[in-house]
């Protein structure tokens, strides 16, 4: 089987000649994107500024990508804060519950890609049990809740570290994703609840769609937010969204499912019943939209229209609500 260069065996159906054809234009523009970001990074740091926000948005190349997380997300900042941090979580006292959860995920955390088997030297899921124990030493209220595995495993990949993986783990799911991952995951259920609302203000035939058929959002998009695209959308595309996930936050994820869900609105409306439903929801995730990762990225910021933060945060307050009077 072919290997993409993150590790990932591609699927039987991979359309080779239409991703060639994508990538060759694409390279171009990395090979733009490299040289304007080594000259940014001539001066040592990465400071938040308008123009390293136009940069994130126009994707952080590869061989900057560890640095850049680091650096935006608060992430390096922590580290440097908590020397040898890390070390003392993975020595601390054993919790058997902890580990036998994390443990039963491993397998199944990436069976298509090779770094992560057991036949690979070295094996990342080594790497990966020891982010994840760490963390859930760590933050006790979350432990480890499934899903984070996915998440990890990326940072993991991208990084080649296993502390710098365990910060933006941290930054993630302590500062960027609000409550997504304690048992209650009431920060998860009020997100899934806010897209709700944004796809009714903004694209109502597709609202007055899901209210018809009584479809509940959980069960479309969860996956979205749980593991913040990975598995749902390429590889590359997923690594473009989360540049601009530590950047400037949570409502990214709005931002690509408002996208998605706009592009295929058409598509969506055709639907006649509630695993019709569920079956779109799928395939919009797949195919050309979301491969060219590059104008799926300019689009995410001009399809939604405007998103503050603070449209964002007051939706949330009256979903919270609303979700604690249902019990």
Known sequence: PRIDPYGFERPED????????????????????????????????????????????????????????????GAQAQMDQNPGYYHRLLQGDRNPRLEDAIRTDLNRTFPDNVKFRKTTEPCLQKTLYNVLLAYGHHNQGVGYCQGMNFIAGYLILITNNEEESFWLLDALVG?????YY???????????????????????????????????????VSRWFICLFVDVLPVETVLRIWDCLFNEGSKIIFRVALTLIKQHQEFILEAASIPDICDKFKQITKGS?????????????SEPGSLSMATVAKLRESCRARLLAQG
């Open 175 to 179: 500062r960027i994703l609000p409550d």
């Open 182 to 220: 304690s048992p209650a995951m009431l920060g998860l259920k009020t997100d899934q609840e806010v897209l709700g609302e944004l796809v009714r203000a903004k694209l109502p035939a597709v609202g007055a769609l899901m209210e018809r058929l009584g479809v509940l959002w959980t069960l479309v």
């Open 14 to 73: 991979f359309d080779d000649a239409a991703y060639e054809k994508f990538f060759s234009s694409y390279l171009v523009t990395l090979t733009r994107r490299a040289i304007k970001w080594s000259r940014l990074l001539q001066g040592g740091s990465v400071p938040r500024s308008r123009t390293v926000k136009r940069y994130v948005r126009k994707g952080v190349p590869l061989e900057h990508r560890a640095r850049v997380w680091m650096a935006l997300s």
């Open 289 to 301: 939209f979301v491969m060219e990762c590059h104008t799926f990225m300019q689009k995410i910021f």
